[in-house]
């Protein structure tokens, strides 16, 4: 094609930057094809923001251009492209990023040999629990054998921001050699590795990572995304670093705080294990009350870092056991004991008489506010004591409590006027004018769903535990699906992991369900998610058409809710429409 052969090559008319072909013969220039150029996810950004200055595509169809997987890429480290891999193991890519770092099979011994020289170290674990989190914390990347997308390590590390490779079941783990074998290959205590939380793959050695830096184009991408979405885009955090880094990302407030989190700390696990052995109720108050004063502090210094926003306390969760030695650990049994300066014996067989054989559906929740009112108590008061003395400084607090596993009216009624009466005694002691707080509850149970219209009058809000909702119906265990997941993708039975990706089909026809009857008798309910599906794109555009009002997520997947969202509002206005373009009458949100 000539030379000046019109404007089809003009990026105008593709509305895309062009990469052209073109040769010179004679001293004439031919061009021979155009096409998109390909670019990075970083250049995807930039290039989509320029052409919405230049006002050659309107802000709405650069939303569409940009994937919330290209978002991610640029929220994390990644292997540099260059680098040659030789990979070992699959596992579940659990949370983004890349990272490389020493083999350690021990939490406390991770700490030991960081704290000697400094270095990267990568947790190697069959699966993970509340006790690995200081060695969680200390590592650079998680690697598990066993668990889902929403095990307790891929919740805990994509709330830390952490790569993190679950389910790798191809990796057997001798920990009594420090050694795990993948094939017919070895690898020691020590040893490099590298992990890729984005692709799930198991690396050899150690390769280089980049971590893309922020650009200007990103951030005023994100104030076009906060323009157009309609849904709110909150944090799922359990400390105030947490809650910083969230907020920094442009989290709207908490929509899941994990009040168990706090427990499992060093200077308080004890406190409230001797709260879990007490025999008579005057004890557990006691031991309690000594609790009372960590809580609160927390809650404190929560309630500063998002003052002004709302923050969405749950109460405890999880059962008693976990937060005990295993029942055949006779030698932590024997040290607790002695901590403690309780007999043996009682230890030992409160331990045995609170373990059970399916405890995710068992006791927990807000069964243990029924069956221990005094643990829920506490949680209140701490709650609403550090709310109140904040709100006398002058901080704007907005407490909500929500009570987990809800599955009854009459369960609800009960704990319902057990969090106001407690609240209502903090107020009078405190001399305060007003009760000042939320109320509402999880809705993570198919009979919660289905009863949402007789639910929905005692709460101000609901929010849908996903990932147990998930687990619920399905009846699939979210730590062991790893283990046939993989199977049933390849023979078609599931698509997607329902556990990263919500079912429409059953449980969110749930949702739909729940949604529905409670704002029937509730008109002013508001209603949002606080499972790990808040926090990906194509769960969130169906939370957006069911009329979700929020989305949590883990801090640093708030970036890409927001987007999510945006896309979601788009997309939905758009296929109202008949598919017919809806364009933002203005090509630049941010021109006037």
């Known amino acids: 094609m000539p030379s000046g052969g019109g404007h089809a090559n003009d990026e105008r008319h593709f509305k895309d930057i062009q990469d052209i072909e073109f040769t010179v013969q004679n001293g004439k220039l031919w061009l021979l094809q155009t096409r998109a150029g390909k670019r990075a996810a970083q250049a995807s950004i930039k290039v989509a923001t320029d052409l919405t200055r230049e006002r050659v595509m309107a802000a709405t169809d ?3 251009r940009i994937t919330p997987q290209q978002l991610e890429q640029v929220l994390h480290p990644i292997i540099d492209p260059s680098a040659k891999r030789e990979v070992v193991a699959h596992g579940l890519p659990a949370s983004p990023g890349a990272a490389s770092g020493r083999v350690a099979f021990n939490p406390d011994e991770l700490i030991e040999m960081q704290a000697k020289d400094g270095g990267a170290y990568i947790l190697v674990r069959s699966e993970t629990s509340a006790d690995d989190i200081r060695g969680i914390n200390a590592a650079v990347g998680i690697l598990t054998t066993r668990g889902g997308i929403t095990s307790h390590a891929a919740v805990v590390a994509r709330g830390m921001g952490k790569c993190c490779v679950v389910g790798a079941s191809t990796i057997d783990i001798h920990e009594d050699k420090d050694e795990f074998i993948v094939g017919n290959r070895i ?25 893309p830096q922020l650009s ?191 599955s009854a009216e009459e369960e609800l009624a009960i704990l319902r006027e057990l969090v106001f009466t407690t609240a209502e005694e903090v107020r009078a002691r405190m001399n305060f004018p007003e009760t000042s707080f939320k109320f509402g509850i999880m809705i993570e149970l198919p009979r919660a769903a289905l009863i949402g219209d007789r639910l929905a009058p005692y709460c101000d809000f609901f929010s849908f535990g996903t990932n147990d909702l998930t687990q619920s119906t399905y009846g699939y265990s979210r730590d062991d699906i790893g283990t046939f997941l993989a199977a049933y993708v390849e023979k078609g039975i599931l698509k997607k992991d329902p556990f990263a990706t919500i079912d429409k089909l059953a449980v969110g026809e749930l949702m739909r369900t729940c949604v529905e009857r409670g704002r029937r008798t509730n008109s002013e309910l508001k209603i949002g998610v606080c499972g790990e599906h808040g926090g990906d794109p194509e769960s969130v555009k169906f939370f957006h058409q069911i009329g979700v009002d929020y989305v949590s997520c883990s801090p640093y997947r708030v970036p890409v809710a927001r987007f999510a969202a945006s896309q979601a509002a788009i997309l939905t206005k758009r296929e109202s429409n008949g598919g017919l373009d809806t364009r933002s009458k203005i090509l630049h949100p941010l021109s006037g």
Not at 199 to 211: A, D, I, Q
Not at 258 to 269: A, C, L, P
């Open 187 to 211: 690898v020691t205590k020590g040893e490099w590795i590298t992990i890729d939380g984005t692709t799930g793959e198991v690396m050899l050695g150690k390769l280089p990572t980049t971590r």
């Open 216 to 406: 200007s184009e990103f951030q005023e991408l994100m104030l076009w995304a906060d323009l157009v979405k309609q849904m709110g885009v909150m944090t799922n955090a359990d400390t105030a670093n947490d809650s910083r880094v969230a907020r920094q990302f442009g989290a709207e407030g908490i929509g899941l705080c994990r009040t168990e989190h706090m427990f499992f700390q060093q200077d308080r696990i004890d406190h409230f294990r001797k709260a879990i052995l007490a025999q008579e109720q005057d004890e557990r108050l006691a031991a309690l009350e000594e609790l009372l004063p960590f809580q609160k502090g927390d809650f404190l210094d929560i309630f500063q870092v998002m003052e002004g926003l709302p923050v969405t306390v749950r109460l405890l969760d999880p059962p008693l056991h976990e937060f005990l030695p295993l029942p055949h650990d006779e030698e932590e049994l024997t040290a607790l004991a002695k901590r403690l300066n309780l007999p043996y014996r009682r230890v030992r067989e409160r331990v045995h008489a609170l373990e059970q054989f399916n405890p995710m559906l068992g006791h927990r929740g807000c069964r243990l506010g029924i069956t221990f009112p005094e643990i829920y108590q506490m949680q209140v008061k701490a709650v609403i004591e550090a709310a109140y003395e904040l709100m006398r400084q002058g901080v704007t607090v907005l407490p909500e409590i929500m009570l987990p596993f809800v």
């Open 62 to 64: 650069a939303f569409l």
